[in-house]
């Protein structure tokens, strides 16, 4: 069933291009096309398009396939194109002509800009209860090892003392700039498309403003042209939102990568948590950290790919977009999958307490040292000249005592004032207004 078909039979292997991965995607949509319909027929019952009958009729039969597919009994099924025309497939065997009103006053453009709003929405919460979880275990750790002592390091040569408290939640941080810009991208999908039809409206007199108000969303795309030219800028958008978080993750898994070698030991996993060499018996390999890397590096590039697809497309609808899915959909998965694991390991990750013990890292204090000096009254660039003098002549026993107090060093780690902003953040999501807007709908 195509609901595009005027009787005329299309070849075989362009019918088979041209759908591609499609109804494997639409599965991830199945349960968002139903909720977009349940709030549509509401507002054509609204503007008289449907008999109240028909609107129980309808409303009843959309909640038993939300049902079905939340059960795992939903099938798209063969020569079927996509999710729209199963849905209305299934509507139309089931109540016959009653089932065929459904389309009224939409297109299956406004259906799918619909069906991946609403599914981007229920994604991003669950990227932002599992960044949620990274970061308070990132600040856990930071608040456990605040005391320890480990290298700073410039250019990859040692420069000043840090401390694993920093290092913790220095992560921790990076995790909340990087769901601002994931509230951001929410916004940009917390807007409802739907009555931009084909991307030109509806002679039909639609109320916007009902399904806006029916599906939770904050506002609406407003003009009908650039809810159309908004697909693909709004998956791009949300992307880098999704990109940065995996910045922030392979960052961390190169640091952890790079402190497990024995050159630095600075950090262990444990055993279970590592994997071995076919040949050599000593390995004990940071394989989940490096697969972590490849997989956020991963999820960077995407911004950019789905730039190339929709990049120098005039406005209307284009099949290009199509492709947008297969990119879009299942960077979700692969990012929270890299999140938990994340969360996972750096939650059972130790630390080596004792590594500033070794006298390689003596030069780390020629910064307190030269401090030292100014507090005591010497100009700053004779001191640095008499500790860097020290240095040359192997003359410099510095005294290991760190005191830093200001906001964000050593000895005043902020960890109460990164969470509230955390915390501030998460708040602005306001998940709670979809949420209640859906169960609504599906309500009996």
């Not at 795992?72 to 009103?101: A, C, P, W, Y």
């Not at 002592?149 to 921790?172: D, E, I, K, N, R």
């Not at 700039?177 to 991208?185: C, G, K, N, S, T």
């Amino acid at each position: 069933m195509k609901l595009w078909d005027k009787g005329t039979k299309i070849n075989n292997l362009i019918e088979s291009f041209t759908v591609g991965k499609d109804p494997e995607m639409d599965f991830f949509l199945a349960k968002f096309d139903v909720i977009g319909s349940l709030a549509h027929i509401q507002m054509l019952e609204h503007i008289g398009l449907l008999q109240k009958e028909e609107l129980t009729l309808l409303s009843k039969e959309l909640k038993n396939i939300y049902l079905e597919i939340t059960e795992g009994n939903f099938v798209i099924e063969e020569g079927v194109e996509d999710i729209h025309s199963q849905i209305e497939l299934m509507l139309t065997n089931r109540l016959g002509e009653t089932g065929k009103k459904i389309h009224s006053g939409r297109s299956r453009n406004d259906q799918v800009l619909l069906d991946l709003k609403l599914f981007t929405r229920d994604a991003i919460r669950d990227v932002t209860e599992n960044c949620i979880r990274l970061f308070n275990i990132l600040i856990t750790q930071s608040n456990k090892y605040k005391a320890v002592l480990m290298p700073g390091y410039t250019h990859l040569q040692v420069a000043m003392p840090s401390s694993f408290g920093l290092w913790f939640s220095a992560y921790a941080e990076s995790l909340t700039d990087d769901l601002m810009l994931l509230h951001a991208a929410y916004r940009v999908a917390d807007q409802n498309p739907l009555g931009s039809a084909a991307g030109y409206g509806s002679s039909f007199p639609l109320n916007r403003q009902m399904t806006t108000d029916l599906l939770g969303f904050e506002t609406m795309n407003f003009n009908v042209v650039y809810a159309q030219m908004g697909r693909g800028k709004m998956e791009r958008t949300v992307l880098s939102a999704m990109a940065s978080i995996a910045a922030t993750i392979s960052r961390l898994a190169y640091d952890v990568c790079l402190f497990m070698s024995q050159n630095f030991g600075f950090v262990k996993l444990p055993d279970e948590l590592t994997t071995g060499s076919s040949i050599m018996p000593h390995k004990k390999n940071p394989d989940v950290f490096e697969l972590l890397r490849a997989h956020c590096n991963k999820i960077q590039a995407l911004p950019a790919q789905m730039l190339t697809v929709t990049n120098n497309l005039p406005s209307g609808y284009f099949r290009d977009m199509q492709l947008i899915k297969e990119l879009y959909i299942p960077a979700f998965q692969e990012l929270n999958d890299c999140i938990g694991i994340a969360a996972f390991a750096i939650e059972n990750i130790t630390v080596n307490e004792h590594i500033l013990e070794d006298d390689k890292y003596r030069y780390l204090y020629s910064v307190e040292e030269v401090n030292r000096l100014v507090l005591a009254g010497t100009p700053f660039r004779d001191a640095y000249r008499e500790v860097g003098a020290a240095i040359e002549k192997n003359q410099f026993n510095p005294t290991k005592e760190i005191h830093h107090t200001h906001e964000g060093s050593i000895g005043n780690l902020c960890l109460d004032s990164i969470q509230a902003k955390m915390d501030q953040i998460v708040s602005q999501f306001n998940f709670e207004k979809a949420s209640m807007a859906i169960e609504t709908l599906l309500q009996d």
